[in-house]
């Protein structure tokens, strides 16, 4: 193993060194956008640049500064690619080019910030459809490869090329500004940011477990470009309640997959394995996220709320009921959703039983295709001794998709509902 | 004398910035013909990049409101084309912020297109 500057490693730290590289990446790539104009050049190159590191470093060892090493790197790639073009006729890259010489100066940490800010309003403007806006999330800002990128959106690698393509010709042709948004503009843009991270975090967190560890890793991902964001944007409440959220819910990872690797309820996990730093790390930012908006409740810090009374909890019997209901009728005059609905349904029939939960079903409409539905409703039957109305429930939910772990619980009930229907 | 604006409707939304196929340069002659053939009564007409280019803005509140900008359009929207401006604008955010200015938008919808820019002849 080879000794680097830094003294670790590239054995053991092969990861380490591909994050390090990829973190860089971005950093470079969003001032190389910004020089040159144009993010499809500035990804081929700094793309070109992060696997030269990838072959070198490894051999070299990690230099003093890897990111005035990529940045070199890059933008010598990037004059290289601009010549070629400059070399077909009608093609005038003359100014490009200067200007990439005469920045010859390595940018200040400011400015890589200021850079980068702009790269995610840019990846995550409402023009581009939001799988896209999530794809090119996870190719600029978290580094992935095409593939891997693909891989994670569970959508094939040709599938994913084209549509990155398409948004980087959108960019260009419909000149989507690289900048970040006016002070009247940001609450707006930014919540379009925030629903984008929290969807990539929600496909990693609901992914078929352990199967695929791309999956899984989109919930750090996710993590890290919400950390990336509160850095940047340190004063929003939005941003802080986001990452309370996402800590609050990533918690509990280890607890989530039981020994045969199916999924554990919530209300089964096995509490010691959960995350107590991350948990530590959330309450102290959801403290900060309520006082900052303490007259104007915020989505993700509500909900972030709701995950704390959870991860305060010693068990699933001794939460604090009251509290959640609370948060969820905070919930639901932000975002009144049948699901919201559902969960609030749940805190109440856990604070005041059975008969009030079914009460606050009724007011829930249908919700096609959700198995949650018919299996609450199922259960609070079961609890009410009500075995035939009970089966039914238990058998309508048995009919829609639901993970192992869910369809298991399901089928026991069934069976327990239909032995003491007959006796 | 009042004016036309001929809005051209084709199927699989051809991309008229690349002349990829001997079918689409045969066209694009055609275009050229009834160009000059119809120079007399011509007052300007555009070609569009392909919808996946689009944007929508949307001020559901009606005038003043908040905008809602959003992809597209999509395909299964049964809404047609009713006018046609052109803005120069520095980006789209710019265009955008006119856009939310069209009546249109306040009651239905405008589409942000971009307009291809063929080069100046004989450059």
């Known amino acids: 193993m080879l000794p680097t500057p830094e003294g670790c490693t590239f054995e053991a730290s092969r990861e380490a060194l591909v994050r390090l590289v990829r973190d860089e990446g971005a950093r470079v790539l969003a001032t190389l956008v910004r020089t040159t104009g144009s993010l499809e050049l500035a990804e081929d190159a700094v793309q070109d640049a992060v696997l030269k590191a990838l072959e070198i470093w490894p051999g070299s060892g990690i230099p003093a500064q890897p990111r005035a090493w990529l940045t070199v790197a890059a933008r010598n790639r990037a004059i290289d690619l601009l010549r070629r073009e400059a070399r077909r006729p009608g093609k005038e890259h003359a100014a490009e080019i200067f200007a990439l010489h005469s920045d010859a100066a390595l940018p200040g940490p400011d400015v890589v910030a200021d850079d980068l800010l702009r790269l995610v309003f840019t990846c995550c403007h409402p023009s581009l459809p939001l799988e896209t806006q999530t794809a090119l999330a996870l190719r600029t800002l978290c580094g992935l490869s095409t593939a891997e990128v693909g891989r994670a959106l569970l959508v094939p690698e040709a599938t994913m090329a084209k549509r990155l393509t398409r948004a980087r010709r959108k960019i260009a042709v419909a000149a989507i500004p690289y900048r970040a948004p006016a002070a009247t503009e940001l609450p707006r843009r930014l919540r379009g940011v925030l629903a984008t991270i929290y969807l990539l975090f929600n496909e990693g967190y609901n992914a078929s477990a352990g199967e695929d560890l791309i999956r899984s890793q989109l919930t750090a991902e996710a993590l890290r470009l919400s950390r990336l964001l509160l850095e940047l944007l340190p004063g929003e409440a939005s941003v802080i309640g986001l990452l309370a959220l996402l800590l609050l819910q990533s918690s509990r990872h280890a607890a989530r997959l039981g020994d045969d690797g199916e999924v554990v309820l919530l209300a089964d996990q096995d509490r010691r394995r959960w995350d107590r730093k991350a948990i530590a790390e959330g309450m102290t930012l959801l403290g900060v996220a309520l006082r900052r908006a303490p007259t104007e409740p915020d989505l993700y810090a509500t909900q972030a709320a709701i995950a704390a009374c959870h991860a305060l909890a010693a068990t699933w019997e001794a939460t604090n009921w009251d509290a959640v209901v609370s948060w969820y009728d905070v919930l639901l005059t932000i975002n009144d959703t049948p699901v919201v609905r559902l969960n609030r349904a749940v805190a109440i029939s856990e604070l005041r039983g059975p008969r009030a939960g079914l009460a606050a079903l009724a007011e829930i409409g249908e919700l096609p295709g959700y198995p949650s539905l018919p299996a609450v409703r199922a259960e609070l039957l079961y609890r009410l001794r009500r075995w035939d109305d009970a089966a039914t429930s238990f058998r309508a939910a048995l009919a829609m998709p639901a993970n192992n772990a869910q369809r298991r619980h399901l089928h026991e009930r069934l069976a327990r509902c239909e032995h003491s229907a007959k006796t | ?123």
């Open chain 2, 1 to 123: 004398m009042p004016r036309y604006a001929a809005l051209i409707y084709e199927q699989g939304d051809p991309d008229w910035s690349v002349l990829d196929t001997p079918e689409k340069e045969s066209t694009m002659a055609d275009y050229g013909a009834f160009g000059a053939a119809a120079a007399a009564v011509m007052r300007g007409g555009a070609a569009l990049y392909p919808t996946t280019t689009g944007t929508v803005v949307q001020v559901p509140g009606g005038k003043g409101g908040e905008v809602v900008v959003t992809d597209g359009p999509f395909a299964e929207t049964k809404e047609v084309l009713t006018g046609f401006y052109q803005l120069e604008c520095a980006d789209l955010d710019e265009a955008v912020a006119w856009a939310a200015r069209i009546p249109a938008a306040w009651t239905g919808k405008v589409e942000i297109r971009p307009i291809i820019d063929f080069g100046a002849p004989d450059s």
